[in-house]
């Protein structure tokens, strides 16, 4: 039984491993469970401990994947003990041949550990394209094998690497969700196909809806001021016989926000601005009055009436002439900042885009100039958080303000939820 | 109680259920764990509370949650009307102090479901339905009640459950919900049926429909749910009410005109009719179950 035990609690280190929230309790249970019930079926020994292991969906998958691994028959482990055996041959091989392709006029490129590791998982094909590239310019490196040219060709190099980065730690996102409203949750919103959009617009309804009863609420219950308001409390005492069984105090002044939005409607944004407005517009409470600016390498200001229905959104930015322009958030930016009334001490500043323009110096500069005339600046940015280190322009800009990630329609809600505080 | 009863009970109750779904709910019911059921509108979540009651020989106590649901309505309630009226008449006749100790009892106490369902001396199914719906605030306040089995009344103290009920939570995922509600909880998901299994769903609810006729609307509905276009996906409870008006119509044969005619039963609403026709009329149109042609044998 001790034997049985120390397997279980082996078990349950593994879920905690595997990203499960397993406390004391859950090992507890299941060791009564299995104590008790004496089971001796594969399957339903899985089920009564996901029963008690697994709290969602998302930990039933990795329960199942856990238990499949830490429970095996013996003549399964032989042939998982095989096949990791011949994977580490593969593996050791392919870093032997990744030793001899990674060179430049017989001199190892210096790369990092972990990009050598991304080169040595890339598939058969992506190697191809990059050892070609590589081929491709040889001939002018041998010809002028300056230090300025090489260090460009290093800087393609891990460029390329980078994105591949990008590309597997996406894919491993997207093997984690397996219920299709969740994905959809949780899935980046620059891959929504045309399919997706009716869901997740009803999704971002419910969100929404919610939002609105959080911020209903937060004001029914946000307190009074202190001071008994003695006309109403006289009041509502003759409804008790003249007792003052309820009191009534006076109500704290509400002072709502206005809010600035300055959308980046260029190519690459224009999908998340569409989301994004569509989550800000439904907040029909949010705010006092907002100010809507569009812009990509100009600005134009919008009746926010224009925007409710989302198709006529798309049609604006198309015939704005803002649509598959190049992005220049200073100029925006001055600009905003110069309109007389659009920020003040009471103005959020909301900017949504995705960091990427022309004259970063200049922007920066603007931000810093929109930060002292705005109460509060935030930033909304599609590009999904784990990226950001590879991102020069966000490094920038997130120092000098509030930057939130909001690459999937969850982070979108966290975000929204952070205005209404 | 081992599986093969558990399952046997619900097989009576006519609850299809499968040896994994039996498992869960008898894991649940022996570690006197609450079970939080999540899956799509329509799968059957509630359903799985009455039938539990139904097995076990205990009473259903439910509680539908909702937006701005607190406690005076999931909990308790003081009766301030009768409090009130106990003050005039008994205002100069008793002690002041045994007057106020007095206003604080059982004979004023409203009991709402959470409070009736651990103060009942037989044990109850509590069904908390819609989880979801309710405010953040109602599930942290739940949480005494879910793993302690007990809830304090400030003005009376803690009163710990008389019997330990069977707790079922049910959510549609309209949000996440907080991780401290999960650890207190045994897990459920359920998916939508497959065509087998709704088949002996529609046999089991609706024992005098054709076989053939079962087949046609759970293979069709199935289509249905596959649609992409279609938003709101036929629940199991649709899928019986179509079945029972194209028998109350005569019609044996689910063909195209017959689903046309009836399509009302199982999609409601203008667009999702409309998408689903869209489909049967694209030229590529395989199956979308709106044609009716799908799955006959």
């Known amino acids: 039984m001790s034997v049985y035990l120390e397997k279980l609690a082996e078990f349950s280190g593994l879920l905690r491993r595997e990203g499960l929230t397993v406390g004391l309790r859950e090992t507890e249970d299941a060791c009564r469970l299995l104590a008790d019930w004496n089971l001796t079926d594969r399957e339903t020994v899985r089920c009564a401990l996901e029963t008690v292991y697994a709290k969602s969906r998302e930990e039933q998958a990795a329960f199942r994947r856990a238990f499949d691994g830490f429970f095996v028959s013996v003549e399964r482990r032989e042939a998982l003990r095989r096949r990791h055996e011949e994977e580490a041959q593969a593996l050791a091989q392919r870093r032997a041949e990744a030793e001899r392709e990674l060179q430049v006029n017989g001199h190892p490129i210096d790369l990092r550990e972990d990009l050598q590791e991304v080169y040595i998982r890339m598939g058969e094909e992506k190697r191809r394209e990059l050892m070609e590239m590589l081929e491709k310019t040889r001939g002018t490196m041998d010809r002028s094998p300056d230090k300025l040219y090489s260090s460009f060709i290093r800087s393609v190099f891990m460029r390329f690497l980078l994105e591949q980065q990008m590309v597997m730690e996406d894919a491993a996102v997207g093997c984690e969700a397996s219920d299709p409203d969740l994905a959809l949750l949780y899935r980046d919103i620059s891959h929504f196909k045309d399919a997706d959009v009716p869901r997740a617009a009803a999704l971002i309804d419910a969100i929404s809806r919610q939002l609105d009863a959080q911020l209903s609420r937060q004001r029914q219950t946000g307190g009074h001021s202190g001071k008994l308001d003695f006309k109403r409390t006289i009041r509502r005492g003759l409804e008790t016989g003249g007792s003052f069984y309820r009191l009534s105090y006076k109500r704290k002044r509400r002072t709502r926000r206005r809010l600035a939005l300055l959308c980046d409607v260029s190519g690459s944004m224009l999908q998340f601005s569409e989301f994004a407005l569509r989550f800000l517009k439904s907040m029909s409470d949010v705010s006092e009055s907002s100010q809507i600016f569009l812009f990509s390498e100009q600005v134009h200001l919008v009746d926010p009436f224009a925007l409710q229905n989302m198709d006529a959104f798309r049609d604006y930015v198309r015939t704005s002439g803002l649509y598959g322009r190049g992005t220049d958030l200073g100029s925006a930016l001055e600009q905003v900042c110069r309109r007389p009334g659009a920020l003040g001490p009471s103005t959020t500043l909301l900017i949504l885009s995705d960091t990427k323009t022309i004259d970063i110096p200049r922007a920066a500069r603007s931000l810093l100039e929109a930060r002292r005339q705005a109460g509060k600046v935030l930033w909304l940015n599609p590009i999904p958080e784990g990226k950001w280190p590879y991102v020069r322009s966000i490094q920038t800009m997130s120092a000098l303000c509030q930057m939130l990630p909001c690459s999937t329609l969850d982070e979108l809600a966290r975000a929204c939820r952070k205005l209404l505080r | ?297």
């Open chain 2, 1 to 297: 109680m081992d599986i093969s009863s558990l399952k046997a009970r619900l097989d009576a109750a006519q609850y299809v259920c499968d040896d994994g779904l039996a498992t869960t709910l008898l894991v649940a019911l022996q570690l006197g764990r609450p079970l939080l059921i999540e899956g799509a509108a329509g799968v059957g979540k509630t359903e799985i509370a009455k039938v539990m009651a139904g097995a076990l020989d205990r009473e259903l106590v439910r509680l539908q949650c909702y937006e701005g649901l607190d406690e005076s309505k999931a909990l308790y309630e003081w009766n301030y009307q009768k409090q009130l009226l106990s003050i005039q008449v008994r205002m100069n006749r008793q002690d002041p102090d045994e007057l106020t100790r007095s206003l604080f009892g059982d004979e004023y106490l409203l009991e709402r479901p959470l409070l009736r369902s651990i103060r009942s001396e037989k044990p109850v199914v509590l069904l908390i339905d819609e989880i979801d719906k309710a405010d953040e605030e109602f599930e942290a306040f739940l949480l005494e009640l879910l793993s302690e089995m007990q809830v304090t009344i400030p003005e009376v103290g803690t009163m710990r459950a008389k019997s330990v009920p069977f707790v079922v939570l049910t959510s549609n995922r309209a949000r996440p919900l907080s991780e401290a509600l999960r650890r207190r909880c045994a897990y459920l998901y359920i998916p939508y049926p497959d065509v087998e299994k709704e088949v002996a769903i529609i046999r089991a609810k609706l024992p005098h429909a054709g076989d053939r006729l079962a087949v046609q609307v759970a293979q069709a509905v199935h289509d249905l749910r596959e649609n992409d276009a279609i938003l709101k996906k036929p629940s199991i409870a649709e899928t019986l009410d179509w079945v029972s008006a194209l028998e109350a119509l005569g019609i044996s044969d689910l063909d195209r005109e017959a689903a046309r005619r009836t399509l009302g039963f199982v999609l409601k609403s203008s667009e999702d009719m409309e998408a689903a026709l869209a489909c049967e009329e694209a030229p590529d149109h395989h199956h979308c179950g709106a044609c009716g042609h799908a799955g006959q044998p």
